[in-house]
């Protein structure tokens, strides 16, 4: 047996850690996507919202979720589309990865979300847009940023989009 094949070189194999470590491209990617998203966090923070408080012409909201296996509060920044009244539409679309991202699968284990948007906090529940919603919102989301039609493109994923509701709270005046 050649060296090659006794180290599995140019056969396929590869060791079990090699197989659960995401390729060098992915690791890079997920390194600068979360060091944009630091830099925007710090700024939006320091400055109120003031600073950053649009991207591409969407407002910037802060979610927060529940891990879904570590039970920690987790926070991410994200534009959101479109906006109708109290009710907020994300895009979990992760630049187009084929992964869905950390957010999306938290708040599918955990609805209950907390966000900070337009100088408020306050919590919402979250739910995916059903197939009839999401055709109803997916023009308006391409109309404020096309980008999204892009993301789609790239990734064979259907590329969720989600509803934020806000809690509605009971009128305790009614039950007295």
């Known amino acids: 047996m050649t060296r090659s094949h006794r180290e599995g070189v140019g056969t ?3 060791s079990a850690n090699a ?9 890079l990617k997920d390194a600068i996507f979360r060091l944009s998203t ?4 710090a700024l939006f923070t320091i400055s109120n919202g003031r600073l950053l408080g649009t991207v591409l ?10 891990g879904r296996t570590s039970g920690k509060q987790r926070s991410t920044m994200l534009t959101a589309p479109v906006v109708d009244g109290e009710r907020l539409v994300l895009v979990a679309s992760f630049g187009g990865d084929d992964r869905h991202p950390a957010w999306y699968r938290n708040l599918q284990a955990n609805p209950n ?7 408020s906090t306050r919590t919402m529940v979250a739910r995916v847009a059903s197939d ?3 055709a109803q919102l997916w023009p308006r989301i391409i109309a404020a940023a096309p980008v999204y039609a892009g993301y789609q493109q790239k990734t064979e994923r259907h590329i969720p989009v989600v509803i934020l509701d806000p809690v509605q709270v009971r009128d305790r005046s009614a039950t007295t």
């Open 38 to 41: 630091g830099i925007h966090r």
């Open 19 to 27: 197989r659960r470590r995401p390729p060098l491209r992915t690791g």
């Open 132 to 134: 009839e919603e999401k």
């Open 12 to 14: 396929g194999a590869r």
């Open 113 to 119: 979300v907390r966000v900070t948007f337009a100088g």
């Open 57 to 66: 012409g969407m407002p910037v909201v802060t979610l927060v979720t529940t």
